[in-house]
């Protein structure tokens, strides 16, 4: 049946906010020259800490995976890290030559806001940078505030005004001092012309805007109460071809976007993203293959996806199928190449399952090596798509069993549109495919 997409917000986008962007125009991911002159090439990951792993886990686990960089919580460590455990390894990871960002905690504040936690300091943006100050990570993010989408109009204007107060607060502060940080200035919107007005607000300010961060894109990837009133994930591909194309010289870093959800962030011209996934799944139990999700080792009580051959996907009516035994038993990670295990590819799967399923440390040591290799490995396979003009087709590869296909396919189509001006007047509000293609594919 078919149900036109009743909304006037496309229009209001393709109008007012598109209409001077040509999105057919391919942008290459971007490398960024610090302050301090450190580089960073996207597509990069920042892999987070985790609360529960001591300073050897990280070490180990970071060097077998290929980890360049992490990022650390100005929140967490002043109220969360009271035995300093996470500062030890900060210091260790930095000995080391990893890049560090220091998140402000915004996100942390805000939820403890909620809850009416009562703090034992005023987490302010002066607190913040003393914090951030002390570790002189390579990135500083200042104090944002991020947005629910149940806030009114207002409510969210005033949220943007103090998170671009705090980015002023922090440039001056930093100014003043020794620190040698780069500071990634942070925006939040659910449309557009939301996001507009925060990059205008910066470019008042400054002649350029070399790095960008993008936040409160949670709620519109994830289902959660209010989701549907910001346009949910179809929004988020919107504001991020929006933003790309606005900014293309920009060096742009996604906050709170991981999984697969990734693979579209990257196709719309992100350039890096946050890790924190790798922490959970690492403990839940469950390891991960290129284009196929959490999967546990064999068939458990609880009967959530274990590693199969021969899985079935339809798409489009046509069915794929997928080896995903086949597929471990190809990676290359430090875990799955080890010499000592067996050329005989029954015996060697039966290797595996025990050694990714080992008890306590050990296994969660053994799937998080392979989890986040796996993860290094998918953005040199991003990257090299990139520069062959391949991209898509990769994706589409990656997607094809995943319910975010249709997205990719939203996102290509806009990005196959040439939605520049001329074309707008053309088509203009009369164009309907963009109603019924969300509806369709
Ligand atoms: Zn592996």
């Known amino acids: 049946m078919t149900i036109l997409y009743n909304t006037p917000k496309i229009e209001e986008k393709l109008g007012a906010y598109f209409q001077n962007l040509d999105f057919s125009k391919n942008i290459d991911f971007h490398t960024l020259t610090l302050k301090n002159h450190k580089k960073i090439e996207g597509p990069f990951v920042w892999y987070g800490l985790s609360v529960i792993e001591d300073k050897e886990f990280h070490l180990e686990v970071f060097e077998k995976a290929g980890v360049k960089a992490f990022l650390s919580n100005a929140f ?71 947005l629910s989408p149940n806030l009114t109009k207002l409510e969210k204007f005033q949220c943007n005004k103090q998170s671009f107060e705090n980015y002023i607060r922090l440039f001056d502060l930093i100014k003043d001092s020794s620190a040698s940080a780069t500071i990634m200035p942070v925006i939040h919107g659910h449309s557009p012309k939301m996001l507009e007005h925060g990059i205008k607000q910066l470019a008042e300010r400054f002649s350029r805007i070399p790095l960008l961060g993008i936040g409160s894109l949670v709620p519109m990837v994830k289902s959660i109460k209010g989701t549907n009133k910001i346009g949910g994930k179809w929004t988020f591909i919107d504001n991020l071809l929006y933003l790309r194309h606005r900014l293309p010289n920009t060096f742009i870093h996604a906050f709170g976007i991981g999984g697969t959800m990734q693979y579209l962030a990257f196709y719309c011209g992100i350039d890096s993203i946050d890790s924190n996934g790798w922490i959970q799944k690492s403990g839940y139990g469950v390891i991960q293959l290129p284009g196929i999700s959490d999967r546990f080792m064999r068939k458990k009580a609880h009967n959530r996806p274990y590693l199969q051959n021969h899985r079935k996907y339809k798409r489009n009516g046509r069915m794929f199928i997928k080896n995903e035994i086949d597929e471990l038993l190809k990676c290359k990670c430090p875990i799955c190449s080890d010499s000592t295990l067996s050329n005989d590819m029954t015996v060697r799967y039966q290797q595996l399952q025990k050694k990714f399923e080992e008890d306590g440390t050990l296994g969660r040591k053994h799937r998080a090596i392979h989890n986040i290799y796996v993860q290094n490995a998918e953005l040199e396979q991003i990257k090299k798509s990139q520069t062959s003009g391949k991209l898509y087709k990769f994706l589409k590869e990656r997607l094809i069993s995943s319910n975010y296909f249709n997205l990719l396919e939203y996102a290509n189509y806009l990005k196959r549109s040439k939605l520049d001006k001329a074309y707008y007047l053309k088509f203009g509000k009369k164009d309907i495919r963009f109603h019924s293609l969300r509806d369709f594919i």
């Open 76 to 146: 967490d460590l002043q109220f969360q890290d009271k035995k300093q455990k996470r500062k030890g390894i900060i210091e260790a990871l930095v000995g080391k030559g990893l890049l560090h960002k220091m998140d402000s905690g915004g996100f942390q504040l805000m939820k403890a806001n909620i809850s009416g936690k009562k703090l034992p300091a005023r987490f302010n943006q002066d607190l913040v940078f003393k914090i951030q100050e002390s570790y002189n990570p390579d990135i500083m993010v200042q104090l944002d505030v991020p």
